[in-house]
């Protein structure tokens, strides 16, 4: 416990503060040998996240990944830009999923620390942030593509475009087990559960597949969920869906569905840490369960279209420093930063609107997950949503494996006028949002 | 339908079952005290996370834990007790306060000693009593459910047949009466915070396997609490019990039939009626301000 | 007089310095001063309620309905900002009334958990209707303040310092206002009701009634202070406003002290600088709310009248007895 006091209490920014007097420098720079490169040329790169609080889980783990790609990259030369190489330093800053600290937070990354691009959770804490990027003209990067609207040209939503790829799942399953045909759901009224909702009934209306109950929504603060398995068991469905939930919400969920006897499909956005629902369950149960995050130690991701340096030995990494910390966020920062060298070393600068253009030329980018477009007009007014191919991942004999990568252009291109029903009957288009 | 309405009927018996725990122990600690225990949740999740580290993590037997948990709860409760509750004993606000404080610094050793992430508990056993088809208990609810039967009786016979409970009782009612019959404040409001933290650490630690065990579980918790006590009437066990078990059966049935949203505006609601028609709450008489 | 001197100095010495304060300060560290100034107007509403001995957990839910409100004015109904937000302020107090019918049917403890059941309610209607709260987004892109221009300043209202001269000006206007009904035979009778309350009954004082009168205007400056938030950060949703943010203002009031009229006003300045700027700065990251906690426990425990009754003892050691008054005006 005192060793993660020490890294989580004492960070650079303490060292390189002014306000540092509490602490002798001499005895902190020993502790802390990464303070070193401070005083090279180093790109500041910003982190605005909630790092305290419910919504925590969302931010540190990427920060602590985002950590381990910083090392790599700065071990290796760091990044190589037109006036010579520059390591590469995180500055965190916790908004506490505030957006009132996310304004404080912004202002003081962009004006006093001179960042040249910042990363954010969104959600709440964007509107806030907003008005330091419009002012400014700093590059942010979001982790939900709701954020996105025509007026802010310089936020991206480069890794994760939640919730669309939720149709690449629907669109598998129902390729590959036909005679499934009927499902519920189950949400959070929240941000995120909402217009995840809206996507699964597009993606089952165009699978043919019929909802047998309206989705039932329920409080954030939900900690039981026995009733709401009772309820979506009543009907007998084919299919359960869980929605975009937190593992805070489906490992509980599982455990009801397997307790009160279900044995059909489940399909989920999320499924982290599921060796946790296996021993919860078990493998029969858990056999067949579809989401949309694989294991990054899962020999797929060694392909060549993957935009992600070595992803077996950083999901090692990462799993050593933090043991049972691992899930979606742990890499999503990291791969929005590759994405982000990339472009740097292409524009030959670190300047937020080089950065901006040389990773849009064309059009194109290089996602994660193979070659993507720059793509959202419809859903979001604006092309700044990074989106192409994503896994469909299926748990068989235990182990999360990739079953193959779908487009989700190519389904919009079919069913787009599904998915902006659905959408705008949950006011989650674009131009409905207040 | 008779399978829907028999399984919502198991349901709403195990929510009942630890929102009692908790709701009693936190009418314990004001009846006596007369201060608010704003960090009840947070031993609440206190109870989870010993059964995290001795049963998850030290893999020592699950009844053990749970009854460390109740133990080690109970202690910090005395802890409280008499750290921040007895010098702030003239000082109800202050009090408040320093829950709150007590709170923050409970969360906040259990992210540094945890990580923030939600902690996994292996379950303890995975039978499930199946009555039918669609009408199916898991034998760890019913743990929690026997669990809180007997201490509630416990605690009951406790109140009633002891001098103990009778001493609590009299200064629950009048403390200062009580005082003057030789009562000792001291003694009341020790046993009265190691029963109710032990009982608030008890339900974490029973539940830990069936709910997301992460720092913050304690404030979901502390909500429903505080509308099941309100209900109840404030001062009043009998009341909290009643009262948790209506919230339970109400909040479960509403989620059934519409959703779980709509089941937490009705419990709310209800709230505000009960208060309205009888401020005092179904229960309580004194007027404890 | 020395009183008079003390006013004649003290209150210019004082404009001067708030004037001055933010071009001492980092540019996030003004950001925090905008929240800070806001907050000022928050908590000193608050001791107004509590003036009349009850306290309520749902200030806060109360400047969100004004937040909420004046959002929706400028946003829906096209109203110029400042008379919105001052209409956001009346729709406040309007609510307030509304709750003081069930709400002041209770007391003590029972108002404490019945104001935070309503607030609550509140809370989930702005979830549940999505039209037109925005359910759990809440409202984005609300108009700020426009910007202008008084010859020797400039007003644009993106940078903190502007908005921190608005905020400074209204505040300032605000807690006169509360100070002066705080000494009126009302604010007097304020007080009767809660430390006389069955005399002042007696004496045919509408004991009811003057609590509602407490109740609705602190709850319009609370209004208020939500609308100065909204339209600084263009966002409002149900979050912002939950029990956690009702904690500190509690925190706030109580740490500080609520005898006086600056003692809440204090507590919010220390606490706040302490968690925003100096655990920030020294890097607690996840430490923080636990040196939080511990900094609350400690004041209750060693300052049990609060952080007010240490600048009661200076002045009072400084100007001799009797001059204590003289202190709490100065401030």
Not at chain 1, 279 to 286: A, D, G, I, Q, R
Not at chain 3, 17 to 29: D, E, N, T
Request: aromatic residues 12%; charged residues 15%; proline residues 5%.
């Amino acid at each position: 416990m005192l060793t993660t006091i020490l890294k989580n209490g004492l960070t650079r920014r303490k060292l390189l503060g002014a306000t540092a007097a509490a602490v002798g420098s001499a005895a902190t720079a020993s502790l802390l040998p990464k303070a070193a490169f401070a005083a090279g040329k180093v790109i500041k790169i910003g982190f605005l996240a909630p790092l305290t609080g419910p919504v925590s889980a969302w931010g540190k783990p990427g920060l602590d990944g985002c950590q381990i790609w910083a090392e790599w990259v700065n071990a290796a030369g760091g990044i190589k830009l037109a006036d010579g190489n520059h390591m590469v330093e995180f500055i965190g800053y916790d908004n506490e999923y505030d957006p009132a600290k996310a304004r404080t937070g912004a202002t003081k990354l962009v004006r006093e620390d001179e960042v040249k691009f910042i990363m954010m959770l969104g959600g709440d804490t964007w509107p806030g942030a907003q008005p330091v990027a419009d002012t400014t003209g700093m590059l942010f990067s979001t982790l939900l593509p709701s954020d996105l609207s025509p007026d802010t040209t310089t936020l991206l939503a480069p890794a994760e475009v939640h919730p669309i790829y939720n149709v690449t799942g629907v669109e598998w399953l129902a390729e590959n087990k036909p005679d499934l045909k009927t499902a519920v759901m189950c949400a959070q009224d929240d941000a995120l559960g909402l217009p995840s909702v809206a996507t699964y009934l597009a993606a089952f209306e165009a699978a043919g597949i019929e909802m047998q109950d309206a989705p039932l929504l329920f409080d954030p603060a939900t900690t039981d969920f026995a009733p709401v398995v009772t309820k979506m068991l009543s009907t007998n469905p084919q299919i359960v869906c869980l929605d975009t939930a937190y593992s805070d919400y489906v490992h509980p969920i599982c455990e009801q569905l397997f307790q009160q006897g279900y044995k059909g499909q489940i399909i989920s956005c999320t499924a982290d840490f599921y060796e946790q629902i296996l021993e919860k369950t078990s493998v029969e149960f858990m056999e067949g369960f579809i989401f949309q995050f694989p294991d990054f130690d899962d020999p797929a991701l060694n392909a060549d279209f993957i935009n992600f340096q070595e992803p077996n030995r950083f999901y090692e990494e990462y799993s050593k420093r933090h043991p049972g910390e691992w899930g979606a966020v742990s890499w999503e920062y990291a791969s929005i930063m590759d994405l982000w060298r990339a472009a740097a070393e292409k524009a030959g600068s670190a300047e937020p609107d080089a950065v901006l253009a040389a990773m849009k030329e064309g059009g194109k980018g290089k996602h994660i997950f193979g070659d993507a477009e720059w793509w959202g007009k419809d859903l979001f007014g604006i092309d700044n949503a990074l989106v192409g191919n994503w896994p469909v991942v299926v748990i068989e004999s235990g182990k999360a494996r990739i079953k193959g990568f779908k487009s989700i252009p190519e389904w919009y291109a079919k069913h787009g006028d599904l998915m902006k029903k659905h959408m705008a009957a949950y006011g989650q288009m674009w131009n409905q949002r207040t | 339908m008779v399978e829907l309405l028999a399984q919502t009927g198991l349901n709403a018996i195990y929510a009942a079952s630890y929102m009692s725990l908790v709701a009693v122990g936190l009418v314990l600690i004001f009846g006596v005290m007369g201060v608010i225990n704003f960090a009840h949740g947070e031993l609440f999740m206190l109870g989870a996370y010993t059964v995290v580290a001795l049963y998850a993590d030290f893999q020592l037997p699950f009844l053990f834990a749970v009854a460390v948990g109740l133990v080690f709860v109970g202690v910090v409760g005395l802890g409280m007790e008499r750290a921040l509750f007895r010098p702030l004993r003239d000082n109800p606000l202050g009090g408040l306060v320093a829950s709150i404080g007590f709170l923050m610094i409970l969360q906040a050793l259990a992210v540094m000693g945890f990580g923030v992430r939600m902690e996994h508990v292996p379950p303890v056993t995975q039978e499930v009593i199946v009555f039918s088809e669609k009408v199916r208990l898991a034998v760890p609810r019913l743990f929690v459910i026997v669990a809180a039967v007997v201490l509630l009786t416990a605690l009951w016979a406790f109140l009633k047949k002891t001098r103990f409970g009778w001493a609590l009782r009299a200064s629950a009612q009048d403390p200062e009466a009580a005082a003057l019959q030789g009562i000792s404040i001291n003694q009341t409001s020790r046993i009265a915070m190691f029963i109710g933290a032990g009982l608030a650490g008890i339900a974490g630690a029973l539940t830990a396997p069936l709910v997301s065990v992460n720092p913050y579980m304690g404030h979901s918790v502390i909500v429903s609490a505080f509308i099941v006590i309100i209900v109840g009437g404030i001062g009043s066990l009998e009341g909290a019990v009643v009262a948790a078990v209506a919230y339970a059966f109400v909040h479960t049935i509403v989620t059934t039939f519409w959703d779980g949203v709509i089941a937490d505006i009705v419990g709310l609601s209800l709230m505000l009626v009960v208060l309205i028609v009888k401020p005092t709450g179904l229960f309580g008489t004194a007027d404890r301000a | 007089m020395r009183n008079r001197a003390l006013h004649i100095i003290g209150w210019p010495a004082l404009a001067a310095a708030l004037i001055a304060l933010p071009y001492g300060l980092s540019f996030s560290q003004q950001e925090v001063l905008v929240f800070l100034t806001i907050n000022v107007l928050l908590v000193a509403s608050y001791r107004l309620l509590t003036l009349t001995g009850e306290w309520s957990l749902g200030h806060v839910v109360i400047m969100g309905v004004g937040a909420y409100a004046s959002a929706l004015y400028t946003k829906e109904l096209g109203i110029y900002v400042p008379i919105s937000m001052i209409l956001g302020a009346c729709t406040a107090a309007l609510v307030a009334m509304l709750l003081s019918f069930p709400l002041f049917r209770m007391k003590g403890f029972y108002f404490l958990i019945g104001s935070f059941a309503a607030g609550e309610i509140i809370r989930l209607l702005w979830k549940r209707f999505r039209d037109p709260f925005g359910g759990p987004k809440g409202i984005k892109k609300i108009d700020p303040m426009p910007d202008f221009d008084i010859g020797i300043y400039s007003f644009d209202f993106f940078e903190p310092i502007s908005y921190y001269y608005l905020a400074l000006v209204v505040v300032g206007i605000c807690l006169w206002i509360m100070w002066r009904i705080e000494r009126s035979p009302v604010g007097l009778t304020f007080h009767a009701v809660h430390w006389q309350d069955k005399l002042a009954e007696a004496a045919g004082v509408n004991v009811r009634a003057y609590r509602t009168l407490a109740f609705v205007i602190a709850s319009g400056f609370a209004g208020l202070s939500g609308a100065l938030l909204a339209h600084y950060i263009g966002t409002v949703n149900p979050n912002s406003f939950d029990i956690e943010m009702m904690v500190f203002v509690l925190t706030w009031a109580i740490v500080g002290g609520t005898a006086t009229f600056y003692g809440p006003i204090i507590g919010a300045i220390v606490l706040t600088i302490l968690n925003e700027v100096v655990l920030r700065e020294m890097g607690f990251e996840q430490m923080r709310p636990l040196i939080y906690g511990l900094l609350l426990i400690c004041s209750v425990l060693f300052l049990p009248k609060g952080l007010e009754s240490v600048v009661q003892k200076v002045l009072a050691r400084r100007n001799g007895s009797g001059a204590a008054a003289a202190g709490e005006e100065q401030a």
